[in-house]
């Protein structure tokens, strides 16, 4: 804690008590001890006359309402307009992100579904931050193991983009018995739009046709998801058995 204004407008990270500095605080606590600022600070290294760099690391974090989040999309010459990061910084922000993305979006092998919170788990992370909707198909096989994924849609999504022959083509391709849908709500929201429930409808109905069965919708937004039979099972009772609790 900074003792007065005077001496916090002042004061460099080499003031500040050695457990208190983020680089050593990371090694004595943890990386998990350190807020965002902190962590943002380990990558800047350094900050400006005006500013330490945990000072430059909380202007940046705030200068969007977002918060953190807004760093996802700002780009290396929006950095670069920011006193104090130049295009060394920049990129190095840039590259930490990207870096994390890939991370939390490695997907092995061979992957079981057990319930629908995995499938939740192996997508949120690609989809959640996406700007327009994409509809994917999930094709597993016998085992219930992750085969492959295919793009059907991209943009808004209504039953003449989602249609029957592009979801099932790869599915009977690759000798798949089941699929899952997902798709993303950019607004992140997880409320399943009318069209959303049709698409799920007509596609469980082609796949009783066909052999395949549609074992599970989810739509994904902002940190959250919804399974689109919740709101099926309420009208149908068809569909019912077919829903899969979080």
């Known amino acids: 804690m900074y003792l007065n204004k005077t001496f916090n407008a002042n004061m460099t990270v080499k003031d500040m008590a050695l457990e208190e500095r983020p680089r050593e605080k990371m090694f004595a606590q943890g990386e998990k001890s350190l807020s965002n600022a902190e962590l943002l600070a380990i990558i800047l290294r350094t900050g400006t006359k005006q500013k330490n760099v945990i000072d430059l690391a909380n202007y940046i974090i705030n200068k969007d309402s977002q918060g953190i989040r807004y760093l996802q999309d700002i780009t290396i010459d929006e950095l670069c307009e920011i006193d104090g990061v130049g295009l060394t910084k920049a990129t190095m922000i840039k590259a930490a992100l990207e870096l994390g993305r890939r991370v939390a979006s490695f997907k092995p092998n061979k992957y079981k579904v057990k319930n629908p919170w995995d499938i939740y788990k192996y997508y949120m992370d690609s989809l959640r931050y996406l700007k327009k909707e994409v509809f994917k198909v999930v094709l597993l096989n016998t085992k219930n193991e992750i085969i492959t994924d295919v793009d059907v849609s991209v943009g808004t999504l209504n039953s003449s983009l989602v249609h029957p022959r592009e979801v099932f ?56 998801r919804i399974h689109v039979y919740v709101w099926i099972q309420k009208n149908d009772k068809r569909y019912g058995d077919r829903l899969r609790n979080s």
């Open 169 to 224: 083509i790869e599915a009977i391709k690759r000798s798949s018995n089941k699929i899952i849908l997902i798709h993303n709500h950019p607004s992140g929201s997880i409320e399943p739009s009318v069209e959303d429930k049709n698409i799920t409808k007509r596609l469980i109905s082609c796949g009783e046709i066909i052999g395949i069965e549609v074992i599970d919708h989810i739509i994904i937004g902002d940190g959250k």
